[in-house]
């Protein structure tokens, strides 16, 4: 059983900053890729950003100025940093994993998605 679990989340005003965490646990070989995605009320569920084991980053054009991604992979997580916040950033940010198990017939990948963390930019 692998888990992930978000936190950082919450109200800000448009303009302001908040940095989300996220956490895998459970048995776990390699966490591969980790991201982040978005919905917002009444859309579908976007990329937000994404980041390899060894750090390289893909975002979505809209956010590449705005936000940062980044991990530790000593401590199985992954962070992003949000500046400039809008109105139009309110949504349920979820984290997501790629990760790897030992099994008796050799690796095994799963995708793994945390709760969900809920962010309102709003004056």
């Known amino acids: 059983q692998v888990q992930l679990v978000e936190s950082g989340g919450g109200l800000v005003q448009p303009g302001g900053s908040l940095r989300l965490s996220c956490a895998a646990s459970?048995?776990?070989?390699?966490?591969?890729?980790m991201g982040w995605y978005r919905q917002a009320p009444g859309k579908g569920r976007e990329l937000v950003a994404t980041i390899t084991r060894d750090g390289s980053t893909r975002y979505a054009d809209s956010e590449k100025d705005r936000f940062t991604i980044s991990r530790d992979n000593a401590k199985k997580s992954v962070y992003l940093q949000m500046n400039s916040l809008r109105p139009e950033d309110t949504a349920v940010y979820y984290c997501?994993?790629?990760?790897?198990?030992?099994?008796?017939?050799?690796?095994?990948?799963?995708?793994?998605w945390g709760q969900g963390t809920l962010v309102t930019v709003s004056s």
């Open positions: 997501n994993a790629d990760v790897s198990q030992v099994t008796t017939s050799g690796l095994w990948n799963l995708e793994v």
């Open positions: 459970g048995i776990i070989f390699r966490i591969n890729v």
